[in-house]
């Protein structure tokens, strides 16, 4: 035993400085991942004003739609599912809508149909007659850039490419609709 | 005026407890006995100040009041009695009140103890409690105040508040939403509480390392203080968990008990670092030994209770049982980053004091194995810590969301859990200071030819999954030390004293609670493995879609589908129930009921399993799909669970075994030391040299 | 010989026609029974025990209640219907919806962190502790002797009334 404690001292050398810069630099990296996490569940979806990332849409037909190619014009982006009742409700409205301004070439609507399956999407899309550009929504690339919370949602974004307007939840109307668009297109 | 009394005792209890601070504070600072006093006596203040406000809430949620926002959330008049009472911890706000309550009451049950010898670790134990306190205070009065009401405005607006803005009128709801129908469970009813005052609990034995740490003590009465508290903790925080299994399992119908979701993995890791450190702390009270990593593993298991409690409730990852998101995210997270730094800062400066008094002195002592034993359980805690905190590095890094899910965790910890039921079978036989392979060897052959023959048996029933066999057979070792101790300890007694064999077993554990009080856990742990291995290495199931008379088969059982109704009950569900026939190789068995619940309230459905329990194993029915018109077929999931029961067995005789360990010893308690009264004639709270 | 052969040719040409409409209505008769028993409940769920919905987090897709993952079982359904095996079907899946879909992250790129780091952190451990038990084997032959002092009181007792013990039956 007499060993041990004149041994000791020995064998406890202070510790190192870099064992404490070490120790630090970890917990603060952890509190920095922390934060960001954080920040991400907080900030919602994007923001009106904010400029929205460029993304590409492959519809079901296989067509490419780059959001790139469509500044100087208004896009709606309206994010569904063929299990969402909500959805439904909106449906028709926003067909009316699209068709009430696709000859003017000033809009364009996308639909991005978010974690769903082709067969019946497509039956959705039957059902409702629906004949702007829809496609799935790959790998929740384009959701995880508007950073949805859930179906239905719509962005509505300006000719420059920044975020107009956003509805979360289903239109009731379509003038609810055409007052966005409107409000985007006279910006 | 209820609303106004309950949160007019918040604040006061937020007052009292930032002078309790203070007032401790300057106590410690002056070294002057009057203030730390008076901090204390504040303290206790707390405590009936916030179960004014308990009952203030219990109230109004019991007299539907739904014109407080929170009653209206969680409840709404078809609810009985007992969940209204119980809506208390249904939510956010109400939650973190019942959070603030519990640590007022147990700050309060630690200061009424006798301090005469710790008097200097007193006003440290009064801060770091007050502070923990003082912040879920402000988080509850700041952003989740469970009082604030709907009001009318005279412009005809709506709006909540705390106090009537000017001119307003008070809207009375007719009824509320109700609480979230998968709250809606005898588990969930005990779960939440029982994990909060284990969460709770651990503030205490953090506060005494915090007090030895900052005051600089170097001996090892923190932990003999707040050894009983940790045991408490660990036991509670144990209940917690193995309630929330059995709720998973009877609720959420899909057939297990444990998905390595988030949200479970928050409340399991602080339990991880628990367990170690109620292994570790005996070598530093044994052999003087590990004082520095007994600080560490007391700091990451109050790290760990805050960080879980963050995780749950911030929304920084997302789970089933996550809360809703709110405001409290980033307050949480500032006093995690100072409760971590500080704690950080304070050890590294104490570092060099607190070095071992003894040394290790062979590799098969009773501290070798507790080392490697806490080896394991910190591996198993970094394995959990790095799965559920890995999607969000990805999302950062690569934008990529990922599931970690079961496979990773189960291939990783599986082998680390069997190297722990492996030292649960050795460590007990192993001595203090020294063992060697000889003394061990000794000591191990006859529980090691029990579980030699036990593989046999396994091998020639025709048991051959690999899993299985190292883990039944290392579960048995540990099972038959343990009751080779208990055993040889009996006899002992018996041949000594005389004493019949039970009244020997009864004197042999209650004059060494402690140690059998462990081996109980211990036997406790081995019940739980066994239902583990059952039912994640022997679990079948199928699926099947049959008409009234058809039937499935699996694992020996016949489900024969008879009927199925469509109802709705009083207190607001719709209830699919199918009734099934079960019988086994020809003999009837009974019926079986699973249904599915459609709250109209919350507009959720709930799967209600239909399970048949016995100690062999369980038949568990979910109701998946039906005919809504004519009702003609029905799809069913089958799951045959073996030897699951073994696991809630082991949560009981857990419970069994806890209390035994803890129950306190009158006779030790008392110690007459006349210091106290000195110190109050001086005057002085720690008398310097 | 040449009429042997084309008599011959003529049976072999009306065995074969036979051959391919029993081929054929076999083939037919096994659709029949594929589009009925093919796949079963429990072969699609097999394959969905592996796969999670981002609709219903942690919840595996065999047991997820909500609709999508109803549909996406169905959708399961069809391809393993159309011959996919459970690979493909794995591979589709992410391709649609990300990795997110996969019970554990792919290893690749960054994700090779979740599979090695908990191996390092432990081997590290396993150094630390080593490191520590290195400190025994040079003192402990001298400490030996007199290490039992720590030694549990009570334990001793039971040892010595054992070891009494033992001899008796020893003797007797």
Redesign the interface.
């Given at each position: 035993?007499e060993?041990?404690h004149t041994?000791e001292p020995k064998?406890q050398k202070k510790l190192p400085r870099w064992v404490i810069i070490a120790a630090f630099a970890v917990l603060l990296g952890f509190l920095t991942l922390m934060g960001w996490g954080l920040r991400n569940a907080q900030q919602g979806p994007v923001q009106v004003g904010q400029k929205v990332p460029a993304f590409e849409l492959t519809t079901f037909d296989g067509e490419k739609i780059k959001t790139d190619d469509l500044i100087g014009k208004v896009i709606v982006v309206n994010f569904w599912?063929?299990?969402c009742k909500p959805c439904e409700q909106e449906a028709a409205e926003l067909e009316d809508a699209w068709r009430y301004y696709k000859d003017s070439g000033e809009v364009v609507f996308l639909g991005v149909d978010y974690?769903?399956?082709?067969?019946?999407a497509m039956r959705y899309l039957e059902k409702f007659e629906i004949t702007y550009p829809n496609g799935?929504d790959?790998?929740?690339?384009i959701s995880q850039i508007f950073r949805i919370s859930g179906v239905p949602e719509t962005y509505i974004i300006d000719k420059n490419g920044k975020l107009a307007s956003r509805k979360i939840g289903p239109f009731v109307t379509i003038g609810e609709i055409t007052s966005m668009i409107d409000s985007a297109l006279n910006q | 005026m209820l609303p106004n009394l309950g949160y007019g005792s918040l604040v006061i209890t937020l007052i009292v407890s930032i002078y309790a601070i203070v007032s401790a504070v300057i106590g410690e600072r002056k070294n002057l006995y009057k203030y730390v006093e008076s901090a204390r006596l504040a303290l206790l203040l707390t405590f009936p100040l916030l179960t004014l406000t308990v009952i203030s809430i219990v109230i109004l949620l019991v007299n539907q009041n739904y014109e407080v926002q929170y009653v209206y959330n969680v409840t709404s008049s078809t609810m009985p009695l007992y969940l209204k009472v119980t809506a208390l911890w249904g939510g956010q706000a109400g939650s973190l009140v019942f959070w603030a309550w519990l640590m007022a009451a147990f700050g309060t049950a630690v200061t009424l103890r006798k301090w005469d010898r710790d008097l200097d670790l007193l006003p440290w134990v009064i801060i770091v409690s007050s502070v923990t306190l003082v912040f879920f205070l402000i988080m509850i009065i700041a952003f989740e105040n469970p009082f604030i009401r709907f009001w009318t405005l005279p412009s005809g607006g709506e709006l909540v508040a705390m106090f009537a803005p000017a001119g307003s009128q008070l809207i009375h709801p007719f009824d509320g939403r109700g609480l979230n129908p998968l709250l809606r469970h005898p588990g969930m009813i005990i779960h939440p509480p029982m994990l909060y005052l284990g969460f709770v609990s651990f503030v205490i034995p953090y506060a005494f390392g915090m007090a030895a740490l900052i005051t600089g003590r170097k001996d090892d009465r923190w932990i003999r203080l707040t050894r009983r508290w940790t045991l408490v903790a660990w036991m509670f925080l144990s209940i917690g968990l193995i309630l929330g299994s059995r709720w998973a399992y009877d609720v959420?119908?899909?057939?297990g008990y444990w998905?390595?979701?988030?949200v479970e993995n928050a409340a399991f890791m602080p339990w991880l670092s628990g367990t170690a450190f109620l292994h570790s702390v005996m070598i530093q009270e044994?052999?003087g030994l590990f004082k520095r990593w007994n600080m560490i593993l007391v700091i990451f298991t109050y790290s760990l209770v805050i960080f879980g409690t963050f995780l749950t409730r911030s929304g920084v990852l997302?789970?089933?049982h996550a809360f809703a998101q709110s405001a409290i995210g980033p307050m949480f997270f500032i006093f995690i980053g100072l409760s971590f730094i500080i704690s950080l800062a304070f050890l590294i400066k104490r570092w060099d004091e607190l070095r071992s008094e003894?040394?290790?002195?062979?590799?098969l002592?009773r501290e070798?194995l507790f080392?490697?034993n806490n080896?394991l359980f910190?591996?198993i805690l970094?394995?959990v810590f790095?799965?559920t905190v890995?999607p969000l590095?990805?999302e950062l890094?690569?934008g990529?969301?990922?599931?970690?899910?079961?496979?990773?965790y189960n291939s990783?910890t599986g082998p680390l859990f069997v190297g722990l039921l492996l030292l649960m079978g050795i460590a007990p036989l192993s001595?203090?200071?020294?063992s060697t392979w000889k003394t061990l060897g000794k000591a191990l052959w006859i529980p090691a030819i029990g579980s030699l023959i036990l593989l046999v048996v396994l091998l020639v029933s025709g048991v051959r999954s690999i899993g299985a066999l190292i883990g039944l057979t290392v579960a048995s070792l540990a099972a038959f030390v343990t009751i080779y101790e208990f055993w040889?300890?009996m006899?002992?007694r018996h041949?000594?004293s005389g004493e019949n064999y039970l009244v020997a077993l009864w004197k042999l554990t209650v004059?060494?609670r402690r140690?059998y009080g462990g081996y109980v856990i211990h036997l406790s742990v081995v019940f739980m493995a066994i239902g583990i291995i059952g039912i994640e290495l022997f679990q079948t199931?199928?699926?099947?879609?049959i008409a009234p008379g058809e039937s499935l088969s699996l694992a020996g059982y016949t489900v024969t589908f008879k009927n199925l109704a469509e109802f709705d009950v009083a207190d607001g569900r719709n209830v699919a129930r199918a009734v099934l026939s079960v019988s086994k190789n020809g003999k009837d068995l009974g019926e079986l009921y699973p249904r599915r619940d459609f709250y109209y309230d919350s507009q959720q459905?709930m799967?209600i399993p239909g399970v048949r329990s016995t100690v062999e194993d369980d038949l568990y029915i979910?109701l998946?799909?039906w005919e809504q018109i004519s009702s003609m077929g029905a799809?069913f999931?089958v799951f045959h669970n073996p030897l699951i029961n073994w696991l809630w067995y082991g949560g009981f005789l857990l419970v069994v075994g806890s209390f035994i360990a803890a129950w306190p010893d009158p006779e030790k308690e008392i110690e007459l030391v006349p210091s106290r009264i000195l110190r109050k004639e001086t005057g002085k709270l720690v008398s310097k040299p | 010989m040449n009429y042997k052969n084309k008599a011959f040719s003529r049976y072999k040409i009306r065995l074969i026609f036979f051959v391919l409409i029993f081929l054929l209505l076999m083939i037919s008769f096994n659709n029949v029974i594929a589009q009925n028993d093919f796949p079963?409940?429990?072969q699609v769920?097999a394959i969905a025990k592996?796969l999670?919905?981002?609709?219903?987090?942690?919840?595996?897709l065999d047991?997820?209640?909500?609709?999508?993952c109803?549909?996406?079982r169905?959708?399961i359904k069809?391809k393993m219907t159309a011959g996919w095996t459970k690979d493909e079907i794995k591979q589709y899946f992410?391709?649609?919806?990300?990795?997110?879909?996969?019970?554990?992250?792919p290893a690749r790129?960054?994700?090779w962190?979740?599979y090695i780091?908990?191996p390092v952190?432990?081997v590290g451990?396993?150094v630390v502790?080593y490191l520590?038990?290195k400190?025994?084997?040079?003192?402990?032959e001298?400490?030996?002797q007199?290490?039992?002092?720590?030694?549990?009181k009570?334990?001793k007792?039971?040892e010595e009334?054992?070891n009494v013990?033992n001899k008796k039956e020893d003797l007797s």
């Open positions: 035993m060993n041990s041994d064998n599912a063929s299990w974690v769903d399956t082709e067969t019946e799935p790959l790998r929740t690339a | 959420l119908g899909w057939g998905a390595w979701d988030p044994k052999r997302s789970s089933v003894g040394i290790m002195t062979s590799l002592s070798s080392l490697i080896l910190i591996g970094v394995v790095w799965g890995y590095i990805s890094f690569t990529q969301k990922v599931t970690v899910g079961p496979p990773f990783t001595a203090w200071g020294h040889r300890g006899k002992a041949k000594r004059r060494n140690r199931e199928t699926q099947g879609r459905p799967t979910i998946v799909n799809t999931k | 079963t409940d429990d769920n592996e999670y919905c981002p609709v219903c987090e942690n919840i595996p047991v997820c209640p909500t609709q999508a109803a549909q996406w169905a959708l069809e992410v391709e649609q919806y990300g990795d997110r879909v996969l019970a554990q992250p790129g960054l994700n962190l979740v780091m908990p952190v432990f451990g396993i502790v520590n038990l400190k025994i084997k040079k003192s402990s001298k400490v030996i007199d290490s039992n002092i720590n030694n549990d009570y334990l007792e039971i009334a054992l013990l």
